[in-house]
């Protein structure tokens, strides 16, 4: 039987040993900081080198984030006019402000326009800065207008309006109108505005977040939404290329509306009728003919297929017909003012050494901090497993010390109570099997007794001896029964069979059951009365369970009161407290004018095989077990018991249950 302890020593000073340091948690913190910090300095001039880069591209004029303003004022310049002639004057004030050289050719790098004049003036750089294109944008440096009238799929600047451009007196009489409704709106208690747009058509802007609290109003902006009849004439032109197009590809023809959009127009209010919306026609010229209005087209399936045609044929059509009214492409330099171009960004030999002498100190400052900060945290976990190996090995648990508040602090802090917690287990462990054998020993011992005395004839079987073995053989069964219980409570298997309980009518049980007893004993055992008496159906316990710990109480109580006492049962509804937490709630008490139970002692009398008579004698106690049963049975109803007692004037146990909860409703 020994071969299986010398065979563990080795295990055990092998545990004790030292881990590896790349098992140990210190390697691994080492590790990892030392990869922090690897790629902190990565990062840190991986940042460096794209922002200096980017600052140097941007001064280049290989990226013009910076000089958006020049290139959105030349291409609103492109949009606006059918050719470059005259943009000489813009470049040069482009220049000025900005202090740079401008510089604008065609395609085939023929000059433009140039505000470096003269002979001198140095050659542009082999690569253009941008294309200055209004019929494809680039849209990153573009500023794209709030009037936009591009589609989806197309990169068409929103200012080449071309045909759809109004003429002044359409433009004047729109804008009348549009005045009159902002009116009307601004009588209706809705704040807008006129926003005229690059083809000249005002609209009305409703200020705020929610537009369409004009559509329930009975300021009609239908009329704003009417085309004229040079806007209906390049709309009808327009379709007419977007159909070449869909034709060309087997497809059907489509009606575009005024927003350039296809299908059905989108919903608007009735004027006049808040809430519901209707589909708004496109509508006709008002000064166009009847036989001039446009045939209708039949709407092709709404298919994403199909609308990505479309606004591709749309795409292709309009830069047709705008083909004509802005200028061609032309090739924009943006440079300093002397023509010299910055070098790139390239790190010589003594940048690469500052950098790789920085990454070395924060590295190794990462990895002193690492070693320190990993030191102290692996030296209390060192202690910690000490200690739990002290206990696994059964020897005597010694507390760690807690060296701070922290994390570790605080594992070590639990680390004591639990070895504090496992040390007390222990003795009630070592306790509770000395009480057991000395419980179950005294009735065995008197059995055995009799019985031998019976069998060596100094003792007759006569009734009194049966009843005295019955006695004995009860009072172990007892025993028995309630330590069962205590292990069907503490496994969590004590079977409830909960129903509505009459809380007075159990009570009137219990005395009736002990009523002989206290008789005998000269204690007078009652049960009072009280104004807030639980409703019948207040309480939903185990009748059986709840009769057993409420015995266990009285019986407690009458044998601890003098002749001439009382034992009082009482059971009452908690009124709720002032948060309302208390309400709800049944309470039972039973009450006696015995000896109490001194102060010290108080907080015990629920652990088992506690009594107050250290000399556990049957004529002064029980088995120890009642009170802790008491608890078990209460806690697996869900509620709580308590006692208070004043020595030499008696003791009062109230448990605490919680009521029935009301039915549902449906």
Not at 19 to 34: E, F, N, Q, T, Y
Not at 378 to 405: C, F, I, N, W, Y
Not at 569 to 588: C, M
Request: with cysteine.
């Amino acid at each position: 039987m020994r071969r299986p302890d010398r065979a563990r020593l080795p295990l055990r000073r092998q545990d004790r040993a030292r881990l590896p340091l790349r098992r140990s948690l210190l390697g691994r913190l080492l590790a990892v900081s030392a990869l922090v910090a690897a790629c902190s300095v990565a990062a840190t001039a991986w940042i460096a080198v794209q922002t200096t880069s980017g600052a140097i591209k941007q001064e280049q004029g290989q990226n013009l984030t910076a000089d958006a303003r020049i290139y959105d004022t030349l291409l609103e310049y492109a949009a606006r006019n059918p050719t470059w002639d005259g943009v000489g004057a813009t470049v040069r004030e482009l220049a000025r402000e900005s202090g740079r050289r401008v510089a604008l050719t065609t395609q085939g790098r023929q000059p433009l326009a140039d505000s470096a004049t003269g002979e001198s003036a140095p050659p542009l750089p082999p690569q253009a800065s941008a294309v200055v294109d209004p019929l494809s944008v680039d849209t990153v440096l573009a500023a794209r207008g709030a009037d936009g009238q591009g589609t989806a799929a197309d990169r068409i600047d929103p200012r080449a309006v071309g045909p759809f451009r109004l003429s002044a007196a359409d433009s004047r009489a729109l804008r009348r109108t549009a005045d009159d409704k902002v009116e009307c709106l601004n009588r209706a208690g809705i704040a807008s505005d006129v926003v005229v747009g690059a083809s000249g058509r005002p609209r009305v802007q409703v200020v705020g977040n929610d537009p369409e609290r004009a559509l329930g109003t009975r300021c009609d902006l239908a009329a704003l939404d009417t085309p004229t009849r040079s806007e209906q004439k390049a709309l009808d032109a327009l379709t007419r290329l977007s159909d070449a197009c869909l034709e060309r590809q087997g497809r059907e023809g489509v009606r575009l509306n005024n927003d350039l959009s296809w299908g059905d127009p989108g919903p608007v209010a009735v004027p006049g009728e808040p809430g519901p919306l209707a589909p708004r026609p496109v509508p006709a010229p008002s000064d166009a003919p009847a036989e001039e209005a446009a045939p209708s087209v039949e709407t092709p399936e709404r298919t994403g297929e199909n609308d990505r045609a479309i606004a591709s044929c749309v795409g292709t059509a309009r830069s047709e017909q705008l083909s004509s009214y802005v200028a061609s492409p032309a090739l924009l330099f943006i440079g300093d003012e002397g023509g010299a171009t910055l070098p790139g960004f390239d790190l010589s030999p003594a940048n690469t050494a500052k950098i790789a002498g920085a990454a070395a100190l924060v590295l190794a400052l990462t990895v002193g901090a690492s070693v320190f900060a990993g030191a102290r945290l692996v030296r209390p976990l060192h202690a910690l497993t000490g200690a739990a190996q002290r206990m696994r090995d059964g020897k005597e648990p010694a507390s760690v010390p807690v060296l701070g508040d922290d994390e570790v602090g605080r594992l070590a802090a639990a680390f004591n109570d639990m070895s504090a917690h496992r040390a007390r287990l222990e003795e009630q462990r070592k306790a509770m099997v000395s009480d057991v054998a000395h419980e179950l020993r005294t009735p065995l011992s008197n059995i055995r007794g009799w019985l031998e005395a019976a069998q060596d004839g100094l003792a007759d079987p006569d009734p009194a001896f049966v009843a005295s073995l019955l006695e004995e053989a009860v009072l172990l069964q007892h025993i028995i029964d309630d330590l069962q219980d205590l292990a069907a409570a503490d496994a969590g298997v004590l079977r409830l069979h909960p129903e509505p309980v009459e809380v007075r009518e159990l009570l009137s049980q219990v005395a009736a059951a002990h009523q002989a007893r206290a008789e005998n004993a000269g204690v007078t055992l009652t049960v009072a009365a009280t104004t807030t008496a639980p409703d019948p159906s207040a309480l939903s316990a185990d009748p059986v369970r709840l009769r057993q710990a409420v015995g266990n109480l009285v019986s407690n109580a009458v044998r601890h009161t003098p002749e001439g006492g009382r034992v009082t049962l009482r059971a009452y509804a908690s009124e709720p407290d002032a948060s309302g937490r208390s309400g709800g709630t049944v309470v039972i008490e039973v009450t006696d004018t015995g000896s109490g139970i001194p102060a010290d002692d108080l907080p015990h009398v629920f652990d088992r095989f506690w009594r107050a008579e250290k000399s556990r004698s049957r004529r002064t106690g029980g088995s120890g077990l009642g009170l802790a049963i008491v608890r078990k049975l209460i806690e697996a109803h869900g509620g709580t018991v308590e006692a208070t007692s004043t020595e030499g004037e008696g003791s009062t146990f109230a448990l605490r249950l919680p009521g029935a909860r009301p039915p549902s409703g449906p």
